[in-house]
């Protein structure tokens, strides 16, 4: 079974933080991900396609709005997951970036380099994404096929625990 690699667009205006993230995800996700940089968002948009998994946005970005940048992205591939880092806590911003399609929104700090690899991890290995992508099942039949093996250990550990 080969382990199909997904495209992880970073959009950092910061140079030091952009390379530090990246060594981070790839020492994380070694084989699993192609990471590209980029530090506008003009460029950014260019490249995305069908074949953007994840997009992690800073927020901060000087003179561009990751407002903007998401909604376009959501035009390009509603299927892309967006994830944003911001170093302000204010929770309207949160708030704004959850309804024009991001996925997660994670505050820059001590734990926002664990707290990206959790998302990105959750991402790769949603079961759907794994049946569908690997196995070349339709997305129906995998949602159904999740569902019965989830269903399935519950019932199990629910007939043991009454033995």
């Given at each position: 079974?080969?382990?199909?690699?997904?495209?992880?667009?970073?959009?950092?205006?910061?140079?030091?933080?952009?390379?530090?993230?990246?060594a981070f995800l790839e020492n994380r996700f070694k084989n699993s991900l192609r990471i590209s940089t980029f530090t506008n968002g003009e460029t950014l948009l260019e490249e995305i396609d069908g074949n953007t998994t994840i997009v992690i946005l800073d927020y901060d970005l000087?003179?561009?709005?990751?407002?903007?940048?998401?909604?376009?992205?959501?035009k390009t591939n509603p299927k892309t997951e967006i994830i944003i880092l911001s170093a302000d806590e204010d929770i309207a911003i949160a708030i704004d970036a959850f309804r024009n399609g991001a996925k997660s929104f994670i505050i820059k700090g001590e734990q926002s380099k664990r707290q990206?690899?959790?998302v990105i991890y959750k991402i790769l290995n949603y079961p759907v994404r794994i049946l569908t992508e690997r196995f070349a099942i339709n997305k129906i039949l995998a949602i159904?096929?999740?569902?019965?093996?989830?269903?399935g250990i519950v019932v199990y550990i629910g007939m043991s625990l009454l033995n």
């Amino acid at each position: 079974m080969e382990t199909q690699i997904q495209n992880l667009f970073l959009l950092e205006d910061n140079p030091l933080s952009s390379n530090r993230i990246v060594a981070f995800l790839e020492n994380r996700f070694k084989n699993s991900l192609r990471i590209s940089t980029f530090t506008n968002g003009e460029t950014l948009l260019e490249e995305i396609d069908g074949n953007t998994t994840i997009v992690i946005l800073d927020y901060d970005l000087k003179g561009e709005k990751a407002d903007v940048l998401i909604l376009e992205i959501r035009k390009t591939n509603p299927k892309t997951e967006i994830i944003i880092l911001s170093a302000d806590e204010d929770i309207a911003i949160a708030i704004d970036a959850f309804r024009n399609g991001a996925k997660s929104f994670i505050i820059k700090g001590e734990q926002s380099k664990r707290q990206l690899f959790l998302v990105i991890y959750k991402i790769l290995n949603y079961p759907v994404r794994i049946l569908t992508e690997r196995f070349a099942i339709n997305k129906i039949l995998a949602i159904f096929i999740a569902y019965f093996i989830i269903i399935g250990i519950v019932v199990y550990i629910g007939m043991s625990l009454l033995n």
